[in-house]
């Protein structure tokens, strides 16, 4: 497909483990986004690539999480030593070029056990 | 501070006729504004955006209207059909920070039929 795609689509881990969730962005895209989402809230900024390199990653909540984008296309966002409170949706999306519509993928729904 | 609101997480709305769905920004340097739909399971869906030297624009069956002097958002739906039920979501892109979008926490649009 033309969209932003993310796998897996449901994670369901234990407490303390190390979880990795990709995102494929649209091709020709160069700018990534990851958000998280809780439920019954807006999306919340993570952390934005600009090509390869993360530009801002003030969203990341602490250094349990981290993502990288080697070749400037797919994305991984890695979460070590997961909590409970790290349940949400993680989306991902990717424009253009910045400050142009953002297009999301349907994310991965972590739940942490 | 910085916040994008909405004014109602919930608007019911009969089929056929026109919804609106208002959204508050505090943030008087916020110069693009975006509307996203979101279903259940899925990504948020971007609708139409605005940027700030407009008041007004269409798109199909929706029209976004801003009004800078009271920081005022809206966006209006004509003859409201089933698949327009979904999460509507406004988000801020400021100037000075143009890759970041601040969302709102959403309203919650249910079509009667």
């Known amino acids: 497909g033309a969209g932003v795609s993310q796998t897996p689509s449901n994670k369901v881990t234990e407490k303390g483990k190390y979880v990795e969730l990709r995102c494929d962005p649209i091709?020709?895209?160069?700018?990534l986004y990851w958000y998280r989402q809780s439920l019954g809230q807006g999306p919340e900024f993570l952390i934005y690539?600009?090509?390869?390199?993360?530009?801002?990653d003030s969203g990341l909540p602490n250094d349990r999480f981290f993502a990288v984008r080697p070749e400037g296309s797919v994305s991984t966002l890695k979460i070590q030593r997961t909590e409970r409170g790290d349940s949400a949706v993680y989306l991902c999306?990717?424009?253009?070029?910045?400050?142009?519509?953002?297009?999301f993928g349907n994310g991965t729904r972590l739940t942490v056990t | 501070g910085e916040s994008v609101g909405l004014h109602l997480p919930t608007l019911s709305v009969q089929e056929g006729d026109n919804s609106i769905i208002n959204c508050a920004y505090s943030n008087s340097a916020s110069d693009y504004f975006i509307w996203y739909k979101q279903e259940s399971g899925k990504g948020p869906q971007f609708i139409i955006d605005i940027r700030s030297n407009m008041d007004k624009r269409q798109g199909q069956r929706v029209t976004v209207l801003l009004n800078k002097t009271v920081k005022h958002l809206s966006l209006q739906i004509a003859a409201t059909q089933p698949g327009d039920s979904a999460v509507y979501f406004c988000a801020e892109n400021r100037r000075s920070n143009d890759y970041k979008l601040s969302f709102g926490a959403g309203t919650t649009v249910t079509v009667r039929a």
């Open positions: 999306a990717s424009s253009r070029q910045p400050n142009s519509p953002l297009h």
């Open positions: 690539f600009q090509g390869t390199g993360a530009a801002d």
């Open positions: 091709s020709g895209h160069t700018a």
